[in-house]
């Protein structure tokens, strides 16, 4: 089945820092997601992704689709301490049918002040 | 904003016994799903449900589960006989039209 490759899987960084991941798969994805996850939660939607290309912004977080829909980014900007959390990407495959969404490993994000 | 619900937060059950997981997904929505987190891994898909019936399910979506749409508002997911391996977090998600899924809180499932 598809897999979704997450790296890297932690990072400790400075509150103030850039912070950035990725996720790439040796199939094709028609949708890219990013989803946060804070313990004992469930995952909650950051940005949706729909065209090869796109780039989308929410507020300090950027993420790309690639243009070969095998992968796709997200990039946050000027940590904050409320950035904390496991960040998962998620992707829907693109043969008809697919309804289903496969995730990736996650990275967990922890900040020091 | 809408949102997903589910029932119970937690649940704690003896092998062998089965349980009922609760979803109120979004009104308008018309596609469910199911997925489960074991502790300290990845998302993994379960099942979807459209119209009525189920669209597609994965190899872990054996015969123990069941799903069901009871009224127009619940969504459950049954094991009908828990194994230990069935200890997870148990997460509903639906959709509308487009492909953005939006997920519950889940429900921690401890099997002893």
């Known amino acids: 089945g598809q897999q979704l490759n997450q790296s890297p899987q932690s990072m400790f960084i400075q509150e103030g820092e850039d912070v950035s991941m990725n996720c790439t798969s040796s199939?094709?994805?028609?949708?890219w997601l990013w989803y946060k996850q804070d313990p004992g939660e469930g995952p909650v939607l950051l940005i949706a992704?729909?065209?090869?290309?796109e780039l989308t912004s929410n507020g300090r977080l950027t993420a790309q689709f690639g243009i070969t829909r095998k992968d796709s980014f997200l990039n946050i900007s000027a940590s904050i301490p409320s950035d904390v959390g496991i960040y998962f990407c998620?992707?829907?495959?693109?043969?008809?049918?697919?309804?289903?969404?496969?995730f990736g490993q996650g990275t967990r994000l922890t900040i020091n002040p | 904003e809408p949102e997903v619900t589910q029932t119970p937060s937690h649940q704690v059950t003896q092998m062998g016994q089965e349980v009922i997981l609760r979803c109120v997904p979004i009104?308008?929505?018309?596609?469910f799903y199911w997925y489960r987190q074991i502790l300290g891994q990845k998302v993994e898909f379960l099942v979807s449900?459209?119209?009525?019936?189920?669209?597609?399910k994965s190899e872990i979506f054996d015969d123990q589960f069941s799903v069901e749409r009871p009224d127009g508002s619940n969504f459950t997911l049954k094991i009908r006989s828990t194994k230990l391996e069935d200890s997870a977090m148990y997460f509903c998600?639906?959709?509308?039209?487009?492909?953005?899924?939006?997920f519950g809180p889940g429900t921690r499932l401890l099997v002893l």
């Open positions: 998600a639906s959709r509308q039209n487009q492909e953005t899924q939006y």
């Open positions: 199939s094709i994805f028609n949708t």
């Open positions: 992704l729909y065209k090869a290309g």
């Open positions: 998620a992707g829907q495959p693109i043969f008809q049918g697919a309804q289903k969404l496969v």
């Open positions: 009104s308008n929505h018309l596609y």
């Open positions: 449900f459209y119209n009525n019936e189920i669209s597609e």
